[in-house]
Every structure is written in C-alpha cells, then in structure tokens.
C-alpha cells in the first residue's frame, strides 16, 4: 500500500509540473483517511474515470464534478466481509442499507455460493425462496455474479465458493464422508470456482449439511483454494460450549493447508462462553506469531441471527427441509428432538438453549399466515398457544415451510468492544442490503443490516473504543489485503475510485430490534467505481458496480 505521503509529494509534484488539470471528479478540502490507519490530512482527491489519480495537495486544479468536503471524512469505500445482500440484489440493485453506511462491496459465500448448481439443487432453492422470487438463470458461482451486474448493481461484488456447496453438488444432503472419486469432484469445483474469480472456500459448520464434513474433507478443498491464492473463511464448528476447538480446528486447517484462514463474526456465544474470548484472542495471536495468517471478521452487535435450524440438532436435518419437518411430524421422533434442545451438549450448537425462548426473537417466516407472530419472542408465542417454547418452534418450522428466521441474543458488550480493538479484526453485517420499502417490509431483520458500519465509525469511534483512522482501516485496507484485492481498500493513485464521505459527528445507526428498517445517518456521498451512488445523502439510482475477482482469476 502507498503512503498518503508519498501520494502527496506525487500530487504536488504533478500540479507544479503540469500546471491546472481538470478531473472528471475532484473531492476538495476533505479530512483523507486513505485506509492505512495513519493519521488524516486534509486535502484533495482527484479522479479520471474510475481510477484515483491525485491524493492530497492538488492546487490549480478543477473537476468536472467537485465535491466540497471541508468538515467532512473522505475514505475508501467499506468492504462488507460477510454479506447476504445476493439475494436482495435481485429484487433491487441498489443495495441502500450498506450504501448508506459506505460500503462499496459485498463479499458472498459463508458457506453456500451462488454456483456451481445441480438441477436439484436449482428446485430446492426455489422452493425455499421467501418474500423474493426469482428465476434461476445460471450454473456456476461465475455466471451468478454476471447475472447480478448485467441486472445492475450499485455496489462491487464478490463471493467464496460455499463448502456446503460444493459438497451438496456432489453428494446432496447425505450424512457421510465423500469417497476419495467425490472427493476429487468435489476438489474440481473449487478448482473451477477460483480460476473464475472466487476468493476462496467458505464453511458454515454449525449447519446441516456443513456439519457433516470433517476436517480432512475441509482440508483438502482449503488446499486447492490455497493453490489459487485465494484463503479458507469458516463459520466455525461452534462459537459457544465448543469454541476453543473450534478455534483449534480452523487453525489445524491454515497449517495442514497451507492456506490463511479467516474467522466469520467471531464471538463467544452463551453468558457461560464469555470468558472464553481471553484464550481465543491467545490462540489466535500464537498461531499468527508462528506464521499463520490467521484474522477475523465481526459484526457491531450482541445478538446474532440465523434460523431455528440452529436450534435442533443436526440428525434431523439430514436430506434437507422437506425430510426434515418429516421427521418432525412423527411423534418419537419429535419427542427426542425436544429433549435434544433443552440438553446441554458438546455434540452440536444449540443456540436456542444459549439464548433461551425469551432471547429468541422471531423475524422472517414464508407464511403469510405467520407474519402476524413477527417481533415476538418465541416465548411469547408459546405462551399464546399453551405450548413449550420447544414444541412452538418445531411447529413453526413445519407451518413455515422454512427453518424461519430468528434472532438470538448471545453476547456480552464487553467483547464486543475488545474484539473490536483487535489490530486483526474487520467487519460484515452477515445480513442482506435492504431498503425499509417494497418486498423488504413483509419481514423483519436483524437492526444490523441497517447499522453494523455506522455502529462502528460513528458510536464506537466518539466513545473511544478505537479511533476513526484505525476504524476505516478495518473496514478497508484490512480487509482488501485479507482477500487477497488488488487496488481497492485504499485511497491512493492507482486505485479504484470507491470512495465514502461522510460527516462522523452524525453518523449515527437508528435502526432497533423492534423498529429495524431505519437508515443510517450521515453517509453524504459514495462513489463507486468513480460513479456517484449516494449524492448528498440522495441514492442516484446508478448501478456502476463490478465483480471483484480473487487472484486465482488474475493468475490465468
């Protein structure tokens, strides 16, 4: 990464040789913070197309299009490392909870990916679908990201290839190990999924059929992702009772593979884990001491969100949704699932017994019929329905049709602050980019697909918990150097022209649990790609956003 300084005297030096320029666009006068986590300067950034050309003391010069920044923050735009915006992108490109925050791109891929996609498994994502509907129009994780540009998006875009993915590609939702034919197959597709542009493989290991793949299967796909230059990303096997193995696993498979590895939203699950993040902090630290690129990803909150599929133990899941309520529908079957969920156990991640019923918020169910019970705990709806909170949830499974979407509170705001701290720490907001219009208001969601950035550079920079510069490092250049990014994450000549301005003592996030569809404030303009998206805290409706490829693509 170039130094803001160097890129000062090259911006000097250029104007006093040249004399007055103009630029397709000029940001005047603002506050740089250019993503390495120096200290800001004020000064000017110039753009020709989509490319950075001048940061710093520009002097005569003039811009086609000038943005007054005095009194405001200039900075790369934000990588979100966790996104779940693939899906709200096809029913509206314009991505405006993230944009609104800065981010410029979304990254894809805890576990599942857009491609590569059997025919079956085309039918059981379309039978799944929720409020979105849409046509399956491609094969292969390449062709997905095309159809999301080619539809128009307004932010970059970027995605792991799934393990799950992969895996049930080959061997649908079995149980089992692959042979080592499958095994081969399977490591083709990763093959193919990193000289097509993904940046690596992600595993969700807490779910079915995630959980079924054992650590050498995990091994060997991470190797070839290692090959292609791209890193292993993981949802680790457990982030409560198990965590420290877990941790132990995903370092076992950096060093076995060859390969850096990332934690997906790091955390200590259950009030009797919290303690635990001292010694995960100290494993992390050892393994990146002896050589292992080991980092992780957060989100900005202290309850997390997925489905009551993270509530009953794996077993049951075996096959997919339809075999799964099955299962539930036989009365012994059902009676052992129920004593399953109120047991302590190392055996699977039970975040319902971590959260308890009155810290399961129901957010996102199929049935119409059902959307009433949203913003209810699931404590509240068993007590309407004379039924334990266990019974109401597999209930609620088979009446949705889907493994309805929860939030579960889970952490302690003490780590939630530590873990921010950490030099190796960036963030995601493991959510979609929704707009509090349209199909997003049939559901809720979890506030932190509204705020997890604003959260980050407004109420945690002003209390102090880390200062803005390094903030924006964490939300750029950390996270470009992890994925392995050529010229983005940084504000500097050379590099791609995604930039956020914003006013840092009003960014603020409003949105709740009870009232999540609230914008962010303070964001004021976003460019990406050198295009306007956000023009005085107006989205312009442009959709300038690209694929961003990991390195295995570039190698070719």
Same mark, same amino acid.
């Given at each position: 990464?170039?130094?803001?300084?160097?890129?000062?005297?090259?911006?000097?030096?250029?104007?006093?040789?040249?004399?007055?320029?103009?630029?397709?666009?000029?940001?005047?006068?603002?506050?740089?913070?250019?993503?390495?986590?120096?200290?800001?300067?004020? $000064?000017? *950034?110039?753009?020709?197309?989509?490319?950075? *050309?001048?940061?710093?003391?520009?002097?005569?010069?003039?811009?086609?299009?000038?943005?007054?920044?005095?009194?405001?923050?200039?900075?790369?735009? &934000?990588?979100?490392?966790?996104?779940?915006?693939?899906?709200?992108?096809?029913?509206?490109?314009?991505?405006?909870?993230?944009?609104?925050?800065? =981010?410029?791109?979304? =990254?894809?891929?805890?576990?599942?990916?857009?491609?590569?996609?059997?025919?079956?498994?085309?039918?059981?994502?379309?039978?799944?679908?929720?409020?979105?509907?849409?046509?399956?129009?491609?094969?292969?994780?390449?062709?997905?990201?095309?159809?999301?540009?080619?539809? $128009? =998006?307004?932010?970059?875009?970027?995605?792991?290839?799934?393990?799950?993915? %992969?895996?049930?590609?080959?061997?649908?939702?079995?149980?089992?190990?692959?042979?080592?034919?499958?095994?081969?197959?399977?490591?083709?597709?990763?093959?193919?999924?990193?000289?097509?542009?993904?940046?690596? *493989?992600?595993?969700?290991?807490?779910?079915?059929?995630?959980?079924?793949?054992?650590?050498?299967?995990?091994?060997?796909?991470?190797?070839?992702?290692?090959?292609?230059?791209?890193?292993?990303?993981?949802?680790?096997?457990?982030? $409560?009772?198990?965590?420290?193995?877990?941790?132990?696993?995903?370092? !076992?498979?950096?060093?076995?593979?060859?390969?850096?590895?990332?934690?997906?939203?790091?955390?200590?699950?259950?009030?009797?884990?919290? !303690?635990?993040?001292?010694?995960?902090?100290?494993?992390?630290?050892?393994?990146?001491?002896?050589?292992?690129?080991?980092?992780?990803?957060?989100?900005?909150? !202290?309850?997390?969100?997925?489905?009551?599929?993270?509530?009953?133990?794996?077993?049951?899941?075996? $096959?997919?949704?339809?075999?799964?309520?099955?299962?539930?529908?036989?009365?012994?079957?059902?009676?052992?699932?129920?004593?399953?969920?109120?047991?302590?156990?190392?055996?699977?991640?039970?975040?319902?017994?971590?959260?308890?019923?009155?810290?399961?918020?129901?957010?996102?169910?199929?049935?119409?019929?059902?959307?009433?019970?949203?913003?209810?705990?699931?404590?509240?709806?068993?007590?309407?329905?004379?039924?334990?909170?266990?019974?109401?949830?597999?209930?609620?499974?088979?009446?949705?049709?889907?493994?309805?979407?929860?939030?579960?509170?889970?952490?302690?705001?003490?780590? %939630?602050?530590?873990?921010?701290?950490?030099?190796?720490?960036?963030?995601?907001?493991?959510?979609?980019?929704?707009?509090?219009?349209?199909? &997003?208001?049939?559901?809720?969601?979890?506030?932190?697909?509204?705020?997890?950035?604003?959260?980050?550079?407004?109420?945690? !920079?002003?209390?102090?918990?880390?200062?803005?510069?390094?903030?924006?490092?964490?939300?750029?250049?950390?996270?470009?150097?992890?994925?392995?990014?050529?010229?983005?994450?940084?504000?500097?000549?050379?590099? &791609?022209?995604?930039?956020?301005?914003?006013?840092?003592?009003?960014?603020?996030?409003?949105?709740?649990?009870?009232?999540?569809?609230?914008?962010?404030?303070?964001? =004021?303009?976003?460019?990406?790609?050198?295009?306007?998206?956000?023009?005085?805290? %107006?989205?312009?409706?442009?959709?300038?956003?690209?694929?961003?490829?990991?390195?295995?693509?570039?190698?070719?």
């Amino acid at each position: 990464m170039r130094n803001l300084s160097v890129a000062f005297v090259m911006a000097m030096s250029f104007s006093a040789c040249a004399g007055p320029v103009e630029y397709d666009v000029l940001i005047r006068n603002g506050t740089i913070y250019d993503g390495s986590g120096g200290a800001p300067v004020t $000064g000017d *950034v110039a753009i020709n197309g989509d490319t950075v *050309v001048a940061v710093g003391a520009i002097g005569a010069a003039k811009g086609r299009t000038e943005i007054d920044a005095k009194g405001l923050a200039v900075a790369p735009g &934000f990588i979100n490392m966790l996104s779940w915006a693939g899906t709200p992108l096809l029913a509206d490109g314009r991505s405006q909870s993230d944009i609104r925050q800065g =981010v410029t791109l979304e =990254v894809f891929g805890e576990g599942t990916s857009g491609g590569p996609l059997t025919p079956a498994m085309k039918t059981e994502i379309v039978e799944q679908q929720g409020d979105i509907k849409y046509a399956i129009e491609w094969t292969t994780l390449k062709e997905y990201l095309d159809h999301l540009v080619a539809k $128009g =998006v307004s932010t970059n875009v970027a995605s792991f290839v799934g393990a799950t993915t %992969v895996r049930t590609y080959v061997l649908g939702e079995a149980n089992r190990e692959p042979t080592a034919a499958e095994l081969d197959t399977m490591r083709g597709l990763v093959a193919q999924a990193m000289r097509e542009g993904a940046l690596g *493989v992600g595993s969700s290991l807490i779910y079915a059929p995630a959980f079924y793949a054992k650590t050498p299967e995990l091994i060997a796909l991470a190797r070839v992702a290692g090959e292609h230059g791209g890193i292993y990303i993981s949802h680790m096997r457990s982030e $409560g009772n198990r965590l420290l193995e877990a941790v132990d696993e995903l370092i !076992t498979i950096a060093r076995e593979a060859k390969v850096p590895a990332e934690i997906y939203h790091l955390k200590a699950a259950g009030k009797e884990n919290w !303690t635990k993040l001292d010694e995960v902090i100290r494993k992390v630290e050892v393994a990146r001491a002896a050589g292992l690129e080991i980092s992780a990803d957060m989100y900005t909150y !202290t309850a997390g969100s997925t489905g009551l599929d993270a509530a009953m133990p794996p077993w049951v899941q075996e $096959g997919g949704h339809a075999a799964w309520t099955n299962r539930l529908k036989d009365p012994k079957t059902r009676q052992r699932v129920l004593r399953e969920m109120t047991t302590r156990t190392t055996e699977w991640e039970n975040l319902y017994l971590a959260a308890g019923a009155e810290g399961t918020l129901l957010v996102g169910f199929k049935n119409d019929a059902l959307k009433p019970l949203t913003g209810k705990t699931l404590a509240e709806v068993a007590k309407s329905r004379g039924k334990s909170p266990e019974d109401t949830a597999t209930d609620l499974v088979i009446e949705d049709g889907s493994r309805v979407q929860v939030v579960y509170f889970l952490m302690s705001e003490e780590n %939630v602050r530590r873990q921010m701290a950490l030099p190796w720490m960036s963030f995601s907001s493991d959510a979609g980019s929704m707009a509090p219009e349209g199909v &997003f208001l049939k559901s809720s969601t979890h506030p932190r697909a509204y705020g997890s950035f604003a959260r980050a550079i407004g109420r945690y !920079t002003r209390e102090g918990v880390l200062t803005l510069q390094d903030a924006v490092r964490k939300l750029t250049s950390q996270p470009a150097r992890v994925l392995r990014i050529e010229k983005r994450g940084s504000l500097a000549p050379g590099y &791609f022209a995604d930039v956020a301005v914003f006013d840092p003592a009003k960014v603020e996030d409003l949105a709740t649990y009870e009232k999540p569809h609230q914008y962010s404030t303070g964001m =004021v303009h976003v460019l990406v790609n050198g295009v306007a998206v956000l023009k005085d805290g %107006v989205h312009t409706g442009a959709t300038p956003g690209r694929v961003v490829k990991g390195p295995g693509a570039k190698a070719r």
